[in-house]
């Protein structure tokens, strides 16, 4: 009996060690003697290897009936935690006599991957509680949770508890450090711990590179790239990349010079990756296209795709497409993503969004016209609704983002009742940005008076404008004013239906308490202005908070509607002068109207006095 059962332990440890866990549970359950401990500790281990949870599971149940030693046990609670049951295994650890270092760094880790960090560092208070003394293993995870609440206090703290317990040179816990002190925002503790490091290696440089790479200092990047260079470091895929990102960074900072600099250094970087055999692997030639496309240069991403086209995969592709569309190559953008789905290559949520903003800036530049001289925008539409299915496909319309964009596609290119169906397929989910974007779909193709009913049914359906709703909606009054017929009020030409609803839409917007907010106000003065409302008009702008060049140009503007206001629109543009350091053109040329419809006598009661005033504003104008 005892050789069979000694056979069968072995069964099991072979079978659990070839990684066929559910032959080896098979036999375990079939055993007529209590296993090894070494046969549990074989199960145990194959679980750990495998993530097997459930199979974990079935031998916590067998084990059971059977532990005669904490040391099963504890392994036991690791191989829970790492399997990702961390509840569990808590739960388990506290039936446990003696909990070891191991148990509980491996649920404190399990926190720590799960992203609760504030949970991982409370069960550090309870571990020191009963009386276990951390490792190194503890330290780092406790570290990555302090790295993930950015609590840079408790950073300090630890790393004072790993100098007394003797671990303050232990190069994991260091190399830690650096990292963490930089996502907690103290980038001189990281340098000091760094220069503290007896040892630099391959980890320890990539974790300072990357510590500045994330608080985005560049040239510190660089610098210590080349101190890497320097002491002939063995270099490796990361530092490139880290080098790398740190020319699209400067890059992307103001100024033509940095950006011909960030292009000059990424090339070299280019080079010596390339002859380092660093320039194969998909992450690196994201990265190298980034670089290409922030310095401007999208031919140098577009030549490194093409030979490297074995390489790439959708990351890479993905990247190629965002270059496309932000140097204005929308088409482009549009065709590599149609390669990619002809391919069967993956393609993300972060790569729609960028072919969903092409397609809409595709629209917005198609300029194809019909018979009757109307924009037709045929490629986009057939790409909108193209992707409008894909999006359907891949369930991605519960995402707002998708949805807006698409009804704003469907705007662009004036298919309004696609846009309609759209919106009001998902208009259970939708939220204001939505009814903005439909608004303006109706505003930019003259639907003015659907606009304002849609703006009704916002209240009703308990949606509140917000400050770009209140834009739309008020120039599409405003535009309804342009259509109407105005009629004599008090000798001021008004245009009273429009009138009636921007005063409403007016006392709409001081009610949300948006009476200050410079857009609306601006929107408002050139709708009253249209409107014939011209008191109004000038009324909100002497009591605008905030005024801009926009502020004057809608002023004037609403005053040159009629010309017998000349003389008024001479007094504004003198004061703007005064208040104002730049003239628009647009004001320029108002201004000159004015003068001319008093020179040539349209204005009502015009004299002489009137003709001389208006020749002295001509002159000092032009």
Same mark, same amino acid.
């Given at each position: ?170 190069v994991y816990i260091l190399t830690t450090l650096v990292s963490v002190y930089c996502k907690c925002g103290s980038i001189e503790e990281a340098e000091n711990v760094f220069s503290v490091l007896l040892r630099h290696d391959?980890? %320890?440089? /990539?974790? @300072?590179? &990357? $510590? !500045?790479?994330?608080?985005? *200092?560049?040239?510190?990047? =660089?610098? #210590?790239? +080349? ?88 990351? %890479?592709? /993905?990247? @190629?497409? &965002? $270059? !496309?569309?932000?140097?204005? *190559?929308?088409?482009?953008? =549009?065709? #590599?993503? +149609? ?55 891949w369930n991605l319309l519960s995402d707002v983002f998708v949805c807006n964009t698409l009804i704003r596609i469907y705007g662009r290119c004036g298919a309004i009742a696609e846009a309609e169906d759209l919106f009001t ?178 204005v009502e009661a015009c004299n002489k006095h009137d003709k001389a005033y208006a020749l002295s504003h001509w002159t000092s104008i032009i």
């Amino acid at each position: 009996m005892a050789s069979l059962s000694k056979a069968e332990d072995s069964v099991v440890q072979v079978l659990s060690n070839e990684g066929q866990l559910d032959k080896a549970l098979d036999v375990l359950f079939h055993m007529n003697t209590i296993p090894l401990r070494d046969t549990y500790l074989s199960l145990l281990k194959a679980c750990n290897r495998s993530r097997a949870l459930h199979q974990a599971k079935q031998v916590q149940v067998h084990l059971a009936k059977h532990m005669q030693h904490d040391y099963l046990g504890d392994y036991l609670v690791m191989t829970l935690a790492r399997c990702g049951a961390v509840e569990d295994a808590l739960e388990f650890s506290h039936t446990l006599s003696h909990r070891t270092v191991f148990s509980w760094t491996a649920i404190i880790s399990a926190y720590v991957q799960r992203g609760q960090g504030r949970e991982a560092l409370e069960l550090y208070k309870c571990m020191e509680e009963d009386g276990v003394k951390p490792n190194h293993y503890t330290f780092v995870a406790l570290l990555k949770a302090c790295g993930r609440v950015a609590d840079l206090e408790k950073v300090r703290a630890l790393h004072n508890d790993a100098r007394r317990m003797g671990l303050g040179a232990d190069v994991y816990i260091l190399t830690t450090l650096v990292s963490v002190y930089c996502k907690c925002g103290s980038i001189e503790e990281a340098e000091n711990v760094f220069s503290v490091l007896l040892r630099h290696d391959v980890v %320890t440089w /990539n974790a @300072m590179l &990357a $510590a !500045y790479v994330e608080q985005g *200092q560049a040239s510190k990047v =660089l610098h #210590l790239f +080349r101190q890497i260079l320097e002491e002939r470091v063995t270099l490796d895929e990361l530092m490139f990349v880290s080098a790398l990102q740190a020319c699209t960074m400067l890059a992307e900072q103001e100024g033509g010079l940095r950006k011909s600099m960030a292009l000059e250094i990424g090339m070299a970087l280019h080079a010596n990756a390339r002859q380092a055999g660093f320039c194969s692997g998909p992450f690196i030639l994201t990265t190298l296209i980034n670089m290409y496309s922030k310095s401007g240069n999208i031919k140098g991403a577009e030549g490194l795709v093409s030979t490297a086209w074995i390489q790439c995969n959708s990351v %890479t592709l /993905n990247a @190629m497409i &965002a $270059a !496309y569309f932000e140097h204005d *190559q929308e088409r482009k953008s =549009l065709q #590599l993503y +149609r390669f990619m789905q002809e391919q069967g290559m993956k393609v993300d949520e972060y790569t729609f969004a960028s072919v969903l903003q092409a397609c809409e800036a595709a629209a917005e530049k198609e300029e194809v016209l019909d018979l009757s001289g109307e924009p037709l925008k045929v490629m986009s539409l057939a790409m909108g609704k193209a992707l409008h299915a894909d999006a359907q496909k891949w369930n991605l319309l519960s995402d707002v983002f998708v949805c807006n964009t698409l009804i704003r596609i469907y705007g662009r290119c004036g298919a309004i009742a696609e846009a309609e169906d759209l919106f009001t397929a998902m208009r259970s989910q939708l939220n204001v940005r939505s009814w903005t974007v439909m608004l303006s779909a109706y505003v930019e193709h003259d639907y003015e008076e659907k606009a304002l009913q849609l703006y009704v049914q916002m209240y009703k359906e308990g949606m509140s404008p917000d400050q770009h709703t209140f834009v739309v909606v008020i120039h599409s009054c405003g535009i309804l004013a342009e259509k109407e017929e105005g009629i004599d009020s008090d000798r001021q030409f008004v245009k009273a239906k429009s009138l009636e609803i921007g005063t409403s839409i007016h006392a709409d917007a001081r009610r949300q308490c948006y009476a200050t907010d410079i857009f609306i106000n601006n929107t408002l003065v050139s709708m009253y202005g249209k409107c014939g409302a011209l008191v109004l008009a000038e009324n909100l702008f002497i009591g605008m908070v905030d005024r801009d060049e926009v502020s004057w140009n809608v002023l004037l503007s609403a005053y040159a509607i009629n010309s017998e206001k000349a003389e008024k629109v001479l007094q504004m543009y003198r004061q703007m002068q005064v208040e104002t350091s730049s003239v628009r053109p647009a004001m320029f040329v108002i201004a000159l109207q004015a003068c001319s419809n008093l020179l040539e006598g349209k204005v009502e009661a015009c004299n002489k006095h009137d003709k001389a005033y208006a020749l002295s504003h001509w002159t000092s104008i032009i």
